[in-house]
């Protein structure tokens, strides 16, 4: 698979603060890439360094092909996070604009605005001004603007944020759309469900580093697929065995066992059984949210001093 | 397409499209012509306004030539007196019942005044006016000159000098002012030609100051709203920053050029009316305005807006708010008001060392170096050598407040103090 973007060992500090410390990741054309972390984890401050609107310290970029995406412009679209049009400008002039600030002409742009206002059910608010839609019109507008010159690379930042679900649906088909077009996009969110349908690969970041990246399959597998969800009365002393079960997390209901290297779930029911009176026992992958919830903390307690 | 050119599209279209702009283009002549009819029509009503005064006078000589005075010199325009007076007699022991007879009546408003005129008025050179409305200046000041017109005759008449030679040796002397030009030397009203001067450098100091905040407001509004950093990722910020400064130029150039076309047109018609309504004030000596001013005018306007509205830009992007930018924008805002002050002491003296310095200064030319062309005191060499300075500053101006911008634009939260800006010039 081709390469649209590589990263090696980036690093940006503002001050005495890091936003972002050697970091490096690959991300192939004609993919979704999802780019996670918690707040302030460093994600837009890479964003925008993709971008070129800021230049890392050290490390480098290659884009496309290109050592900056400023070589490119037209062929990137780019969703912040937080959502800003020109409020008095209308809907049709907005596209426009954009499209124009994008290489396209006024004239080739207008037919391409009125297609996608009436795919994502915009049209009859085409000449009305920025400030009288709602939240989740703009916000669609603004997707619009983003993707109406068909970027080859689109970096897209919370993109379902204050969407009610038959809009998401709608922008998730566009993106599914492009990516089988060929376009590649790069996705920030802190949605884990929609990051676990969507993406083919991901980065989580947390405090300006990688602390896990690779892809999805291939991360989950890497946290086993042997989670164990026990229900049980009585008093389980086995958890605390090292040799068993290397992780635990109670949560009242049930706990969560991660067993120890080389231990098939069986045999912990196994001993499940010789020790407790057993209500349920499963067992399961462990989701994105919880791969997000257990890395970040993690790597926020040790210290970040994963690879 | 250029995108420079695709922003400063968006920025000239989105101002000059709407109302806003529509009403305030229009507003300020139509806000001009209003008062102008309004002081035009105060004067002409308010001179017109008949008045009824009770006069008594106790010297008993001095009230028969007051009178006639007054009846000959204030006359409205069917040539009959303004004033009418009622020639109260009084001893000096019922005065004071008089006086508060008198006085009622007035505050009853049976008469528009009382003048009491003492009988040492040839010593005190004072006397009374009792009145409801005393700050009638015109009124009070043509009682003035009447009365010491009346008083001084009687004072030279007693004392046996010849009043006629007395006039004649006493005539004041008026000036008439000539102004000396390449076109050759031409009788022009030295008042008129410096209301000129005012009124346009008056304009190029509102322009300046006003489209300077257009600057810093259209960037701190595009920051805040967050749109900038969309903007950001398709274009660089120097396109950026001269979408900004010429788009919003532009619109004030045209709303300028409308301003001019505006004026031309009733200054025009304005002439053809007094030509014809009134024959004797075509005499006036009005300069006409060169059009080498006009030009100058336009020159320095954009020069001058070039070099604010790059610091105005610069500021807005150091901020997110009205509130920051009102608190960092005042040594830019004071430059220009600065340079406003300097006015006076450069058009009373517009050729001192002091006053040709100050023009040379970039940030003054505009205002300065316009006023002592208007006036005829720039020698050519002058203008030319502040038009280069000013362009040289623009180049530097951009070169350091790019690099501000730049970083200025992305930074959200507290507004930053002046090392760390320092630091910006440095590292970007």
């Known amino acids: 698979m081709a390469t649209a973007v590589a990263i090696s060992g980036i690093c940006k500090s503002f001050d005495a603060v890091h ?29 925008r360094m993709l971008l070129g609107i800021l230049m890392p310290d050290s490390g480098s970029i290659e884009i496309l092909g290109r050592a900056n995406a400023r070589e490119i412009p037209n062929q990137v679209g780019f969703l912040p996070e937080e959502r800003g049009l020109f409020k008095r400008m ?22 391409l605005a009125d297609q996608w206002l009436e795919r994502l059910e915009l049209k009859e608010w085409r000449d009305k001004k920025i400030e009288e839609l709602s939240k989740g019109m703009q916000q669609k507008v603004q997707f619009i603007t983003t993707i109406l010159h068909r970027p080859q690379l689109v970096f897209l930042d919370e993109p379902f944020s204050g969407l009610d679900p038959v809009n998401t649906n709608l922008i998730k088909d566009v993106m599914l759309e492009l990516v089988k077009e ?32 690779g892809p999805l399959a291939e991360v989950k597998s890497r946290f086993g697929k042997n989670r164990c969800r026990l229900s049980y009365d009585g008093e389980a002393r086995f958890l605390q065995d090292p040799k068993l079960v290397s992780r635990c997390d109670d949560y009242g209901q049930y706990v969560e066992i991660q067993p120890a290297d080389e231990i098939r779930p069986q045999a912990i029911l196994a001993r499940a059984l010789n020790e407790v009176t057993v209500r349920s ?11 997000f919830i257990t890395v970040v903390k993690g790597s926020g307690t040790t210290g970040g001093d994963h690879e | 397409m250029n995108k420079t050119w695709v ?33 035009i029509a105060m004067q002409s009503l308010g001179t ?86 005393i ?10 000159r009447a009365l010491s017109r009346v008083v001084s005759d009687l004072r030279l008449a007693q004392s046996g000098i010849d009043q006629v030679l007395v006039r004649k040796l006493t005539r004041g002397v008026d000036l008439k002012t000539f102004k000396v030009s390449e076109a050759g030397t031409k009788e022009e009203s030295g008042m008129i030609a410096f209301g000129i001067s005012y009124v346009m450098m008056f304009i190029l100091y509102m322009a300046l100051l006003f489209y300077g905040q257009f600057v810093m407001r259209g960037v701190y509004e595009d920051k805040s709203t967050r749109v900038m950093e969309v903007v950001l990722s398709s274009a660089r910020a120097d396109q950026i920053m001269a979408g900004k400064i010429v788009g ?40 006409a305005i060169s059009l080498s001013v006009y030009f100058f005018f336009f020159l320095y306007f954009i020069l001058g807006y070039f070099i604010y509205a790059t610091l105005y830009a610069t500021l807005g992007s150091m901020v997110n708010d009205e509130a920051d930018a009102q608190s960092l924008q005042w040594p830019v805002t004071f430059l220009i008001i600065l340079g406003f002050l300097f006015m006076f002491f450069v058009l009373n003296n517009p050729n001192s060392t002091m006053a040709v310095l100050l023009s040379l200064i970039p940030f003054f030319s505009p205002l300065l170096m316009f006023l002592r062309i208007s006036v005829g005191a720039a020698p050519w060499w002058q203008v030319l050598m502040s038009v280069v300075l000013m362009i040289l500053t623009i180049i530097g101006l951009i070169w350091v407040t790019g690099r501000i911008f730049r970083v200025g634009i992305l930074m959200y939260g507290k507004k930053p103090n002046l090392p760390e800006v320092l630091k910006w010039i440095r590292y970007s």
């Open chain 1, 90 to 111: 209308t809907v049709l002039d907005i596209l426009t604009f954009f499209a124009e600030l994008k290489g396209l002409s006024h004239k080739a742009a207008l037919p």
């Open chain 2, 135 to 144: 700050s009638n200046m015109e009124f009070n000041a043509n009682l003035e």
């Open chain 1, 19 to 47: 936003a972002v410390e050697n970091l490096s990741l690959q991300i192939h054309k004609g993919e979704i890439f999802g780019l996670l972390g918690p707040n302030g984890a460093g994600k837009t401050t890479t964003i």
């Open chain 2, 7 to 39: 922003l400063i599209k968006r920025e000239f279209f989105s101002r000059v499209k709407t109302k806003g702009f529509l009403i305030g283009t229009l507003a300020l002549p139509v806000f001009v012509f209003v008062i102008m009819g309004v002081q």
């Open chain 2, 48 to 133: 017109k306004e008949k008045k009824n005064l009770a006069l008594i006078d106790l010297t008993g000589r001095i009230a028969p030539s007051f009178i006639a005075y007054m009846d000959s010199s204030y006359q409205d325009a069917r040539k009959t007196p303004l004033y009418t007076f009622t020639n109260v007699q009084a001893a000096p022991e019922s005065l004071s019942t008089l006086k508060s007879r008198l006085s009622r009546q007035v505050q009853d408003e049976e008469i528009n005044g009382l003048i009491i005129l003492p009988a040492e008025i040839f010593e005190s050179g004072q006397f009374e006016l009792h009145a409801k409305n």
């Open chain 2, 248 to 287: 919003i130029g532009g619109a004030g150039l045209l709303q300028f050029l409308i301003w001019a076309l505006v004026i031309a047109l009733v200054s025009s018609y304005g002439m053809v009316m007094m030509t014809l309504f009134a024959p004797g004030a075509g005499q006036l000596p009005i300069p």
């Open chain 1, 182 to 213: 060929g376009s590649t996009i790069v996705l920030s969110t802190h949605m884990m469900e929609q990051a676990e349908k969507l993406c083919d690969a991901l980065c989580l970041i947390n405090r300006g580093q990688s602390v896990l990246q």
């Open chain 1, 281 to 291: 026992f499963d067992i399961t992958e462990p989701s994105l949210n919880e791969i």
